[in-house]
Structure formats: C-alpha cells, structure tokens
C-alpha cells in the first residue's frame, strides 16, 4: 500500500509515531528504510516530538540505587506519573556517570565523578544506539592532575553535535586546553586560541540553551558570571549576573537551569547560614535588565530537612530532594509540599547521583548505521588498570 502513497502523507504519519513503532517501520521496505534514517526525517520526527513536549513534557531522573545507576522518565504533572524505566547498558568505574547535559534526546555522560577516565559517551535510550568519544588530547599520564569542565549542545546550522572540554592544568598561571568534539568528524580539534580568560566553577552544571551551553564562571577580578560557548559560532562569550550577586559568596552556590525556556539561577545557602534558596529568571535571554527574582524558600520553615533545588517545573513548583532521599515538590514560596512518592536513602553516594533534566523523545543518531550501537561502546569503556586515569583529589590540588 505504501506505493502507492505520496512521500508526503507517509511522512505526516510517520512522524506522528513514537520512537519503538519507527523502528519497527524500518523493516517495511528498502525505501522506508532509507526515507526513516534519513537525516530530513529525524529533524521532522524531533521537532514534531518538541512541539508535544510542551503539551506534556517529560522529565529524566537519575539516581544510583545499591551501586546501580538507574534513568527513569516522568511525566512533568501534578501527579508527576513514570513514565518509562530506561535500560542503562554502560558501566561506571566511579560510583555513577556525570550526566553533562540532554539534547534533542540524546544524553551526554562523562565518567569523571573521581577518576579521570577519559570516558564520554553520547546516548539515545530510546533508539539504543550511543558513540563512545575518542580519547581527548589531555590526558592524566600526558600533563598530570587537571580540573575539567564539558558542554554538550547542537548546531542547527551545521545539524551536528558537539561536545566542548575545557581543562585547567594550573589555575593560577595558564590559560586552560579548549578542545571541541564534533559528531560529524568523530575527532577532537583543538581551539585553545580562543583564550579562555575565566574559570569555571570545578562541577558546575551546564545549562544549554538557545545553541549554547553556560557556566557559572569567575573571571579574573573575582567576580562571579556566566559563560556560554556558542555552538553555531564556536565562541565564547559572557553574560552578567544579577549586580548584588557577582561577587563569589563562599556561603552560597550557584547552579544554572532551563525553566520554561529561560536561563533560570538557583541560588542556594549552605547549611550553618539561613538555609534556603531563591531563582532568579533571565525572561529576555541576553537582557540584564531582565532578570527577575521568581521563587524565595526557607528551608527552616520545614525543620531544615530540605538539600538541595533540583529544577523547576513546567508549573513553577521546584523540585526538592530532601536529606532522608525523598523527592518533594514545592511551590514558590514554600508554603505547600507535596511528596512526590519517589524515595530513596540518606547515603551521601545517593544524593550526590540525584539528577533532573528536561527531556525529549527522538530518533537522533538512527541515521548513523551499525558503528554507533551500546555492545560497542560497552566493550571499549576503560578500566582502572589504565594510567590514563587521575583522581578528582589530584585536581583539586592545582
């Protein structure tokens, strides 16, 4: 029957499908196949897929249970259902993976949470095919201990991803190596001449947005800002903060988010001060003037049992963990708490693995063939008997 159907209709079918059924497609015929894995239609597919997102968006939670790392999809609603259970196939030789950032339904993972092991692995769950990065060019037996920082993002331009790594060897006296993957290359090129004059801040999470992936970074005066690399132009540029909170405060910290399409401040006090949070929102990407202070909580309101802010929601609640495991959501003010039915335990190696990010289903990386599966990055991660490994202590001492 589908000869007899234009291109056009089965695309405006196909592209309606979720992710398992396209797969199945692809078994249909010679030009299904070739019209599936085409380049063209994973762009359709996702961009239908985002436009459905803000009907019901979706929301991936990562945590590490009895030393399994475990990736679940919820649904981002009041009742804050699951979604789907994802089968992680990849093998930590920390406790967990540093999630860098999602993408257009692809994940980002780095294997550096205290051994460097050089391990970067971009993922699709749902097509379950992944690309285990070559070895970067800095390596731990090459220039000794180091403080990395990763971005990962697309280029609507050039419809390829990226990933870009940013390594200091002496925070005091040299510029950092910038090195930026390309999946379309496979290969890391050097772009150290851009300069770098900032440090980002060591773990701090990236925020990707409008084709760029942001910092919190500190620049030479001491001063606290945002830095983005544009993945379009390959630059890096910077961003200011709202004025009373440039200067670096060793009593709070600084996490940048999405919320609702906006680059989104948590600022978060450490305990032993008045314990609470606030976000602050960018409404205009790129206004200073913008920036708007949307949420303000006080964690002893609740008996001081609150950690950390997570994200915020499509609603405008923020999602909590607590210090006994359990995952809360609150409303701006932290007057109403509700919790979410997802609990774990008070051990330091599962709250640190607690992870939030938004999330889109995709076909991406379906076109890419048979080199791009899980048996063959499963095969090639690294073990400790490399010397191609420094621990997180060795860059913490520079």
Known sequence: MSDFLPEGIIINILKRLPVKPIICCMCVSKS???LITSPEFVSTHLNFNIAGSEVLPLLLLRRCIRKIERYELYYDKESFDRYLRLQFPFRSINSFFTIIGTCNGLLCLSDDRVFYMNTIIIWNPFVKKSVLLPKPNMVYNSYGSFMQSLGFGFDPASYDYKVVRITYTDLGRCLPQIELYKLSTGIWQDISHLSLQYVIYHRSRQAYIYGASHWIARDLYGNDLILFFDMCNEVFQEMILPVHL?????????????????????????????????????????????????FNVNFQDFGGRFMKPLWVRKDGEVLVITKDGSLVSCDS?????????????????????????????????????????????????????????????DAERN
């Open 333 to 393: 003010n932290g007057e109403q708490v509700i919790d979410l039915g997802v609990h774990g335990s008070r051990s330091e190696e599962y709250l640190r693995s607690i992870h939030v990010d938004g999330y889109i289903k995709s076909v991406v990386l379906l076109e890419k063939g048979p080199d791009f599966s899980d048996a063959v990055t499963s095969s090639k991660l690294p073990s400790l008997q490399t010397d191609d490994c420094g621990s997180d202590d």
């Open 246 to 294: 440039a200067k670096d405060d060793s009593s709070s910290t600084k996490e940048l988010i999405i919320h609702k399409d906006s680059l989104a401040l948590v600022l978060c006090d450490v305990p032993g001060v008045e314990h609470g949070f606030c976000v602050w929102v960018m409404e205009e990407y790129g206004v200073m003037e913008s920036w708007t202070k949307k």
């Open 32 to 34: 299904w196949y070739t």
